[in-house]
């Protein structure tokens, strides 16, 4: 492993300060609502971002954030093609009942308007704040992405409302989620699930949103712009349009 130098180390943090303060500007400016969690430790500090009746003007794009953007043609955890010009990157928890609402409602239109045209690429990043039910959720969606289903555990994942922390997301039940998604390895997935690779990979994502600022979810940079919670889907459809405009498309 490369050592950082003293030059980089001092960039990401100004890149981690500059998008804390475009977070907290979009928060102050009444972008999103928190709902606090009260599971202790870190978690409680953590919560879920409500749909609010108006958005606020929208918050410029950042640049030091679009390097944040990955565009990684093998990343199993995205869709859309890697040189699109606008790059949405979403911190969602399995748990969040604001991130199903999102899933069900705005991502669809969002696939068919821009995905599907070669506009928009979406990066999920697993961000779980609700307890272990969360944490092994997202090991699951990581672990399906190894056989190519990543979005096929998403669309069941979310396929409805379910009751936090209630078991809904114990082991058995994550099998059976796999299997509704057509996930054909089930041992691999199992395996998959508990590999130290699996977890490397949910902590990158975690630290990536907690530099951030990210407190709640669902959280979302489209192009370098935030935009926090289930917002209405005008408000992505408006983003991603000004944002491709940005970019010459």
């Not at 699930?193 to 490397?200: C, E, H, Y």
Request: with cysteine; hydrophobic share 45%.
């Amino acid at each position: 492993m490369t050592a950082s130098t003293p030059s980089s180390s001092r960039r990401t943090r100004r890149r981690a300060i500059a998008a804390a303060a475009v977070l907290a500007a979009a928060a102050v400016a009444g972008a999103f609502a928190l709902t606090l969690d009260g599971s202790g430790g870190r978690n409680e500090a953590a919560g879920e971002s409500a749909v609010v009746s108006e958005s606020a003007a929208p918050a410029p794009a950042d640049e030091s954030l679009l390097a944040l953007a990955r565009r990684d043609p093998s990343d199993a955890l995205a869709v859309g093609r890697a040189d699109a010009p606008v790059v949405m990157i979403e911190y969602s928890d399995f748990q969040c009942p604001f991130c199903g609402q999102f899933a069900r409602k705005t991502e669809p239109e969002l696939l068919r308007s821009y995905v599907d045209k070669g506009v928009l690429r979406i990066e999920w990043r697993n961000f779980p704040v609700f307890g272990e039910e969360s944490e092994q959720a997202a090991l699951a969606g990581w672990a399906a992405g190894q056989q190519k289903k990543f979005w096929e555990f998403h669309d069941v994942a979310y396929s409805k409302s379910r009751e936090r922390n209630a078991g809904e997301f114990s082991a058995e039940n994550l099998i059976d989620m796999a299997r509704e998604a057509k996930i054909t390895d089930i041992e691999r997935f199992q395996a998959d699930m508990a590999s130290g690779k699996a977890r490397s990979a949910v902590q990158k994502d975690q630290e990536e949103g907690y530099n951030l600022g990210v407190t709640s979810t669902p959280a979302f940079l489209i192009n370098g712009r935030p935009i926090l919670g289930a917002q209405p889907t005008a408000t992505f459809k408006e983003a991603v349009e000004a944002a491709a405009k940005a970019a010459g498309r």
